[in-house]
């Protein structure tokens, strides 16, 4: 199976692996010599906590090279007036009458804590191509649904959260 990813994730992946392997790599090089240089690394804590960090930065560049070069890329356009990928929506609950923004995002980015929540995810789905205006039904299980009405799009407005967030 695939990870299916937007153009821009590829791009932010990318420029992560860049930072890591200019930036981050060097200082890490650095810190291990440096440790090294203290003498008998039997008991050398320094050395081993640098080279653990040096080995966990190559790891995440592996990760993201293999992330990359698996992925399906998904298209992230939608019309200005619909819910789509990298959106913002404003959606107000009708079970407590309270109103929350959520960042719609692909399945790798995901963090409800953080308001982004997947594509794939219950109330992904149900957002996906409504309109300011449309009421939802969010289906979590068979069990339990509830509805929310979509009140307003933002488009390509991932906050600095979003941006930030590592994949």
């Known amino acids: 199976m695939f990870n299916q990813l937007t153009k821009k994730d590829i791009e932010d992946m990318q420029a992560e692996i860049e930072n890591r ?4 790599r060097p200082k890490l090089l650095e810190a291990v010599k440096e440790a090294r240089a ?3 690394l039997s008991e050398n804590f320094e050395y081993y906590a640098a080279k653990k960090e040096k080995n966990a930065n190559e790891s995440r560049i592996r990760f993201l090279e ?22 913002t929506v404003k959606v107000l609950f009708e079970e407590d009458n309270t109103e929350d923004d959520f960042t719609i ?37 068979k069990e339990y649904s509830y509805y929310v009405k979509v009140v307003k799009i933002s488009k ?6 979003a941006k930030i967030r590592s994949f």
């Open 66 to 87: 293999r992330m990359i070069k698996t992925a399906e890329v998904i298209d992230d356009s939608s019309a200005d007036d619909e819910v789509g990928i990298n959106d």
């Open 38 to 40: 203290h003498g008998d």
């Open 105 to 141: 995002v692909s399945t790798m980015r995901g963090d409800s804590l953080k308001g982004l929540i997947s594509f794939e995810s219950p109330m992904g789905k149900a957002l996906i191509g409504k309109k300011v205006g449309d009421r939802v039904n969010i289906e979590v299980n």
């Open 21 to 24: 392997k200019v930036v981050i």
């Open 156 to 161: 390509d407005n991932l906050g600095e959260e």
